[in-house]
T-cell receptor, first 115, second 116 residues
Framework: DTEVTQTPKHLVMGMTNKKSLKCEQHMGHRAMYWYKQKAKKPPELMFV???????INESVPSRFSPECPNSSLLNLHLHALQPEDSALYLCASSQVLRAASYEQYFGPGTRLTVT | AQKITQTQPGMFVQEKEAVTLDCTYD???????LFWYKQPSSGEMIFLIYQGSYDEQNATEGRYSLNFQKARKSANLVISASQLGDSAMYFC?????????????FGSGTRLSIRP
């Protein structure tokens, strides 16, 4: 099974709402990632979790709060978002070994619209 | 700082022809990895092929091959016998260092359109 699942597929939220994005993988990967992708742009890394610990935070605003409750799950909690946060949010996972060859497997993404 | 450059914003190719998508990179690291991903309009990023900085042979995966020229810092993707389903956005990406759980940066992408 080489699948990363993300829910929901689409999300529309107001600027005062609190919502969460969910990502799940069952490949035994111990690294998980959140990316943000604006239209016609490449994905931009937001966070990296390695062995359920946050290892990289790319200076993301605090209105985005990641959580990795176990090795299979990755959440992104959203609150007080701005319209410019509307984007495709991609989750990915990979192995964590001293071998940079391991590719990241991506989920289908959540299309977020902030109104 | 590492950098990935894709100079072709868009390309049109006739079905069954071969196509080369350009990618150049810049890094001061000796150990790095290069990836190509395909992103159809559905949004999912699909891994295509990987080339390590120490790999002496060019990587191949089915119809995909990577033309790796280390001295020129280029890692072009070659798709042989293109198909209509190859129409998508293609991203070149690089990871520095030797750990898998580290940052990947992506180029700006090339939108490939296959004509029937």
């Amino acid at each position: 099974d080489t699948e990363v699942t993300q829910t929901p597929k689409h999300l529309v939220m107001g600027m005062t709402n609190k919502k969460s994005l969910k990502c799940e993988q069952h490949m035994g990967h111990r690294a998980m990632y959140w990316y943000k992708q604006k239209a016609k742009k490449p994905p931009e890394l937001m966070f990296v979790y390695s062995y359920e610990k946050l290892s990289i935070n790319e200076s993301v605003p605090s209105r985005f709060s990641p959580e990795c409750p176990n090795s299979s799950l990755l959440n992104l909690h959203l609150h007080a978002l701005q319209p410019e946060d509307s984007a495709l949010y991609l989750c990915a996972s990979s192995q964590v070994l001293r071998a940079a060859s391991y590719e990241q497997y991506f989920g289908p993404g959540t299309r977020l619209t902030v109104t | 700082a590492q950098k990935i450059t894709q100079t072709q914003p868009g390309m049109f190719v006739q079905e069954k022809e071969a196509v080369t998508l350009d990618c150049t990179y810049d890094t001061s690291d000796q150990s790095y990895g290069l990836f190509w991903y395909k992103q159809p309009s559905s949004g999912e990023m699909i891994f295509l092929i990987y080339q390590g900085s120490y790999d002496e042979q060019n990587a191949t995966e089915g119809r995909y091959s990577l033309n790796f020229q280390k001295a020129r810092k280029s890692a072009n993707l070659v798709i042989s016998a293109s198909q209509l389903g190859d129409s998508a956005m293609y991203f070149c990406a690089m990871r520095e260092g030797s750990r898998s759980a580290s940052k990947i940066i992506f180029g700006s992408g090339t939108r490939l359109s296959i004509r029937p």
